[in-house]
Nanobody, 124 residues
């Protein structure tokens, strides 16, 4: 079983940056594809990006492509989401997720381990 804990959220002005971290425990994440999702109030949880176990492959939602970057440090059992050029529409609770295997899936039901989320608020 993998436990995931996100951190790094907060309040930032539009155009600013934040880096989220997702620390895993219970099992190494080196064999897992790791994903980031977000959920705004009243909205469905949506895919942000994913990274393969070896970091050789990444996939991003069109809405964040070129602004967000996912990376991972398997030795530290941690995944990161660097968010630049933030916009008010990026405001949401951000969740880290893990799934076994190499496919960079984009739907929530493909991930079977989830963190509790961290709030990101971007002011205009």
């Amino acid at each position: 079983q993998v436990q995931l804990v996100e951190s790094g959220g907060g309040l930032v002005q539009a155009g600013g940056s934040l880096r989220l971290s997702c620390a895993a425990s219970g099992r190494t994440i080196s064999i897992y594809t790791m994903g980031w999702f977000r959920q705004a109030p009243g909205e469905e949880r949506e895919f942000v990006g994913a990274i393969s176990w070896s970091s050789s492959n990444t996939n991003y939602a069109d809405s964040v492509k070129g602004r967000f970057t996912i990376s991972r440090d398997n030795a530290k059992n941690t995944v990161y989401l660097q968010m630049n050029s933030l916009k008010p529409e990026d405001t949401a609770v951000y969740y880290c997720a893990a799934r076994p295997g190499s496919a960079l899936e984009v739907t929530t039901y493909d991930y079977n381990h989830w963190g509790q989320g961290t709030q990101v608020t971007v002011s205009s």
